[in-house]
């Protein structure tokens, strides 16, 4: 039973607007939040990151927001880029695991 | 910058075949994992080790074993290829600061 979900498969958004990825969770254990962006033929590579004494964390363009209580986090783009067309996948591991247990993507197409 | 090369980008091999994946990373990492992606069920932890000779099993180790005799390779091992393995494979390294670098992937077909 996957722990970490991401119930839409696909997002399409127009350039510069806002892109908004969600992420739930299971697991009460999971106390660290990773996105990571899949391009076509290439490795996911790590995107951002946020711990489960924050709520907010922001990195440029992105920010993932937490919300302990009701075990979900989002992701959010702005202002959207056709770069930014790939495959997210949210990750979340506990404690000193360092094994992450991945959701199943969202692809995220962005119209010029 | 961590690299990790994974030796063959695309694989075509025959149901019943013994297939090896080979992952190589170059920055001394003693963590290193294999998942695999598949549509809908996104990545999924096959096997992982924290150190040379030491392997654990994930969440979907059935049909797979690994090895690592040395701590910059660590490859998998397809017993005997089924048509449901065909998978796109992903090997990762990590340091302690839960940063993954993975690999370009390889893209398995069992015909």
């Known amino acids: 039973d996957q722990q970490v979900k991401q119930n839409s498969p696909s997002l399409s958004v127009q350039e510069g607007r806002i892109s908004i990825l969600n992420c739930d969770y299971t697991n009460s254990m999971f106390d660290y939040f990773l996105w990571y962006k899949k391009y076509p033929a290439e490795g996911p590579t790590f995107l951002i990151s946020?711990?489960?004494?924050?709520d907010k964390n922001e990195d440029g363009r992105f920010t993932v927001f937490l919300n302990k209580s009701a075990k979900h986090l989002s992701l959010h783009i702005v202002p959207s880029q056709p770069g930014d067309s790939a495959v997210y996948f949210c990750a979340a591991s506990a404690g000193n695991d360092y094994k992450l247990s991945f959701g199943a993507g969202t692809t995220v197409t962005v119209r010029a | 910058d961590v690299k990790v090369t994974q030796s063959s980008r695309y694989l075509v091999k025959r149901t019943g075949e013994k297939v090896f994946l080979e992952c190589v990373q170059d920055m001394d990492h003693e963590n290193m994992f294999w998942y695999r992606q598949d549509p809908g069920l996104g990545l999924r932890l096959i096997y992982f080790s924290y150190d040379v000779k030491m392997k654990e099993k994930g969440d979907i180790p059935e049909g797979y074993s690994v090895s690592r005799e040395k701590k910059e390779r660590f490859s998998l091992i397809l017993e005997s290829a089924s048509t449901n393995q065909t998978s796109m494979y992903l090997c990762?390294?990590?340091?302690?600061?839960?940063?993954?670098?993975f690999g370009s992937g390889t893209r398995l077909t069992v015909v």
């Open positions: 946020i711990s489960s004494i924050k």
């Open positions: 990762a390294s990590m340091e302690a600061n839960y940063g993954y670098t």
